[in-house]
């Protein structure tokens, strides 16, 4: 008896330090396409600010590691939610939100979900948060940018090519760069201000706009200071006659509309229709 005692003794405490042991994440750890790697304090506090994230927002951090992002984001009110591929890093994350007080799903709660970044839906997102490698964040563009016009994206060390960010932060050599998803507005609209009707034309790379309308059957006037950010647009032309008109507007899919005033000072509301 004493002897199988001695023996049951020996198993347990040989097998102790297996059922003690607990999930650490060290840097440098490989995951499924990118090592992990936290993003410092301050840089995560620099992001959320840069993308005005608060009450009411809709974030999702792609690739969330500890979950310290979505966890910041949370803590500012936002609904967070954090996507991250490895199972033990992701159980790990929602430790780190329950006991941060912030663990749930709602407003000022952050869940950090066990999935793929690219077989996930995060279009109901108003606020992106990112940490990938370029080729990764390439990658995701095409859904990014065919998002709702307004939403946020903030990006911690690299950018999205020619994708020009629309602000770029640095803080202690590293770098956060944001943009705004931008509406798309290039192509032929017919163009209705006050009693005049012409056709507008726009060329469009990401945020940035230009061209031109139509004053006549042969002459055209080209766009002054055309500026897109999200659904706001605006931009102005000189008519015909001289005078100068400038628009502000919103853009709602195929329809845009808004006010203009001329240099008189009097002003009338706008709208276009896509052709």
Request: proline share 4%; charged share 25%.
């Amino acid at each position: 008896m004493i002897a199988l005692r001695f023996v049951l003794l020996s198993v347990l405490l040989a097998a102790a330090p297996v059922f003690a042991q607990k999930y650490e994440p060290h840097v440098g750890q490989a995951g499924k396409d990118v090592i992990w790697v936290p993003t410092p304090d301050e840089v995560v506090e620099r992001m959320l600010t840069m993308a005005q994230l608060g009450p009411g927002d809709v974030h999702f951090d792609l690739g969330a590691g500890n979950g310290k992002i979505a966890i910041a984001a949370a803590k500012r009110g936002a609904t967070a939610t954090g996507i991250e591929y490895n199972p033990d890093m992701a159980k790990y994350a929602n430790e780190q939100a329950k006991a941060a007080g912030v663990a749930g799903v709602g407003p000022g709660k952050a869940i950090i979900r066990q999935a793929d970044i690219f077989a996930t839906d995060f279009s109901k997102a108003t606020v992106i948060t990112l940490y990938l490698l370029p080729t990764l964040n390439m990658k995701l563009r095409p859904q990014i940018l065919s998002m709702k016009p307004g939403t946020r994206v903030v990006s911690h060390s690299f950018n999205m090519e020619d994708w020009e960010a629309d602000e770029i932060s640095t803080l202690d050599g590293r770098k956060a760069y944001f943009w705004v998803v931008p509406a798309q507005v290039g192509g032929n609209w017919s163009l209705e201000a006050g009693p005049a009707r012409t056709e507008l034309v726009l060329e469009q790379t990401f945020q940035k706009i230009n061209g031109w309308v139509n004053l006549s059957r042969l002459a055209q006037g080209g766009l002054r200071e055309a500026h897109l950010r999200g659904s706001d647009i605006a931009f102005a032309y000189v008519d015909a006659s001289g005078m100068r008109r400038d628009f502000t507007g919103k853009v709602d899919g195929k329809r845009m509309e808004g006010t203009f005033r001329d240099q008189k000072g009097q002003e009338g509301r706008w709208s276009a229709t896509r052709r």
